[in-house]
């Protein structure tokens, strides 16, 4: 055939284009050409014909002007350029069946054309007539597969899935040496579940391509998947001796990352990034590690780098955020995170991340609103979806949280009934939170009636169980709750430490230490993750305190450290028993600087510091730092009576009286199991003789009036 009997097949397209279109298209036809064994002429696996030099030539015709009409199509969405385009690719494909681009572009345009059915009918078809047809197969292969992003059914999803797979592996039988489609076909064995499969064909790449990072990438998320670790990071390490890439230093730091082992993930990114310091994947890396390692200044410049790179990103100026709260600069922290909330409005981290901050800045009302409007953004979204649900329970357990942290009990339990009506789940956990939020405002009969309704809705819940177990302890029922608890225990050391640590909370509230100690030691006998050994230490550590047994409560505070040096609850606890007795006041006074470095609102940790200001004379440090607990917690009999005893002996007495008064008035609105009646008689004790000292100092005053 000629060159002018071929244009007489292109009715609609004018000579002069068609041309001018020869030569982007064969461009792109000749760029993306077979391999060599594809080409005509060579040795070409069975089934599949030499191509003679006329029908190659017709092949590239074809599918140029394929392409014009496929490009025409994008333009116009017209039925009739779609049918056009699809026309001379399948004409070119009939040529040219071992052309992976033809194949290609004919797959792409029925999928733009939404005429998946025949695309599929079409490749069986060939399939049919020729069983060894790699083309078809190839085609067909990739049909299946640019289908499945399109599919919301998982059923679907799983059926397609599986009859892509079928044509890799027929492909690989025709064709063993074909990389790409064993990768696939891996792909599709991971995506179905059959990871021994996968492994086996991942390995197979591997023993003919060492390096080839696609296998090797697939490889090492396979075992990272399987718990398989230490393998993973040893192929990493064994491709690595060969030769370094940055990529495959980044997968030995995903790798080291899944491990926990933040150093060494941090050295394998560094690597990456000596070897590509262009690549933002290598840095962020980086930057994560190091902020898994708490080098914040260090992570922080990396972050600044980042940002630099690409501006748009904005977990960037989010992760900043982060850094600089945890570095107390929370101005900058507040700069950052609203540069992220211009990259990303609406996003639901960006918004919890704003809201922390202006917790820790101790601004609740703009954490609140912050939480609220979000709330109402995705209310306003008509569409009922999972991730909306999901959305929702998060901002409003978020928002429940923040209210309770501002003691306005009534609305946090408002924002708990918004989460119950979520669905099933949510329901269980906001009936859980109401508790805990009626717990802490004392209003232990709507705790108990909640907690009550919560078994009826859930009967046999372990978790509805134990906190009603918890509140019969609190209400002094020490007994009901010791043995509400023990029905729980069923001989699993990962469900029943936990209980053993509640059982020493209520026999500890029941001031019966002998039986707490039993348990806490159960417990840390049990305990084999460090964050279990790190709570049985703050646990057993307490009720040793509680006894007087100062020393061994030292070394349990001592141990847990060990484990989490920013436990900030042991932190805590183990300098406010220093400062207490009056012993090592700097060393107790550091200990509990440290705790607030990790929640610098809290308000019991604030009392802390103020009391060991106060033994160590400094009376108005001691002020200001009771003072700052008092306005987080007004309410805490503790902190009223330290407040009190600094007024009394900086000799404000009159404010002295006054917050004794006060402390008494809320030790009678305690819980039973938190109420400590030495403490109140010792409070008593206080504000009478301050009451006598006052009026014997006004007695002389009142004798020399006349009679």
Do not use: C
Not at 116 to 144: H, K, M, S, T
């Amino acid at each position: 055939m000629t060159l002018s009997g071929m244009k007489q097949r292109v009715p609609r397209v004018p000579a002069l284009l068609a041309l001018l279109i020869l030569v982007p298209g064969a461009a792109l036809f000749a760029q993306q050409d077979p391999p060599p064994a594809k080409l005509a002429g060579a040795a070409v696996p069975s089934g599949v014909p030499k191509l003679s030099a006329q029908d190659r030539a017709n092949a590239y015709f074809d599918f140029t002007i394929g392409h014009y009409y496929q490009v025409q199509y994008e333009v116009t969405s017209s039925g009739d350029d779609a049918d056009q385009a699809i026309d001379y690719f399948k004409k070119a494909f009939e040529l040219d069946p071992a052309s992976d681009v033809i194949g290609e572009q004919l797959a792409e345009m029925y999928f733009q054309s939404q005429r998946i059915r025949d695309a599929v009918l079409e490749a069986q078809g060939l399939i049919q007539r020729d069983p060894n047809n790699l083309g078809a197969r190839r085609l067909l292969a990739r049909i299946y597969v640019r289908t499945l992003g399109d599919m919301n059914e998982s059923s679907g999803q799983s059926d397609t899935a599986r009859l892509a797979a079928e044509q890799y592996a027929e492909i690989l039988r025709l064709d063993p040496t074909d990389t790409e489609s064993a990768l696939w076909l891996a792909r599709l064995d991971r995506l179905q579940d059959k990871p021994a499969e996968a492994e086996h064909t991942l390995r197979d790449v591997l023993s003919r391509e060492p390096a080839n990072e696609g296998a090797v990438e697939q490889l090492t998320q396979l075992l990272l998947d399987q718990q398989r670790g230490p393998e993973a990071i040893a192929l990493l390490e064994a491709i690595l001796a060969r030769g370094a890439t940055p990529r495959f230093y980044d997968l030995l730091g995903d790798a080291e990352t899944q491990q926990s082992d933040a150093a060494k993930a941090e050295q394998a990114y560094r690597k990456a990034v000596e070897l590509d310091p262009d690549d933002v994947n290598h840095r962020s890396g980086l930057a994560q590690a190091l902020l898994s390692e708490d080098k914040y200044s260090d992570a922080l410049a990396e972050y600044q780098h980042l940002a630099e790179m690409d501006s748009s990103d904005p977990d960037n100026y989010l992760r900043m955020a982060e850094i600089y709260k945890q570095l107390h600069q929370l101005d900058k922290a507040e700069q950052s995170v609203l540069e992220a909330e211009k990259r990303a409005p609406g996003n639901l981290e960006v918004v919890y991340v704003k809201s922390a901050i202006y917790e820790a800045e101790a601004r609740f009302d703009d954490a609140i609103r912050t939480l609220s409007d979000a709330v109402a953004g995705v209310q306003s979204e008509s569409e009922v979806t999972p991730t909306r649900r999901r959305t929702l329970a998060i901002l409003y357990e978020q928002l429940g949280e923040l209210y309770r942290e501002d003691q306005n009990y009534s609305a946090a339990v408002n924002a708990y009934q918004e989460l119950a009506q979520l669905g099933p789940e949510e329901d269980k956990r906001a009936e859980l939170l109401q508790i805990d939020t009626y717990r802490s405002a004392r209003d232990m009969p709507h705790a108990l009636d909640t907690a009550k309704k919560a078994l009826e809705h859930y009967p046999g819940d372990r978790e509805v169980l134990t906190e009603q177990a918890l509140l019969f302890g609190e209400n002094g029922q020490i007994d009901a709750g010791a043995a509400a608890l023990r029905k729980l225990l069923d001989g699993k050391p990962e469900d029943d430490i936990e209980i053993q640590f509640d059982l020493a909370q209520i026999y500890q509230e029941g001031q019966r230490y002998t039986e707490a100690e039993q348990a806490a030691r159960v417990a840390a006998a049990a305990a084999t993750k460090p964050a279990e050994q790190a709570m049985a230490g703050l646990v057993l550590g307490g009720v040793l305190e509680r006894q007087k047994k100062y020393d061994e409560a030292e070394a349990q505070f001592k141990a847990a450290l060990l484990l989490d040096p920013h436990d900030a609850s042991v932190l805590n606890y183990y300098g406010y028993m220093l400062a207490d007795r009056g012993l090592r006041l700097d060393e107790a006074t550091s200990l509990i600087q440290r705790a607030l470095v990790e929640d610098p609102n809290n308000p019991a940790y604030l009392d802390s510091l103020g009391w060991a200001y106060y033994k160590q004379d400094k009376l108005p440090e001691a002020e200001q730092w009771l003072r700052k607990a008092l306005s987080f917690d007004g309410h805490d009999p503790t902190i009223l009576e330290h407040m009190a005893d600094v007024y009394s002996k900086s000799g404000q007495t009159e404010l002295a009286q006054a917050e004794y008064q006060k402390s008494l008035d809320e030790w009678h609105r305690e819980l039973p199991a938190d109420v400590e009646p030495d403490r109140i008689a010792d409070v008593e004790q206080k504000l009478s003789s301050l009451k006598r000292h006052v009026a014997e100092q006004k007695s002389p005053n009142d004798s020399a009036k006349p009679q």
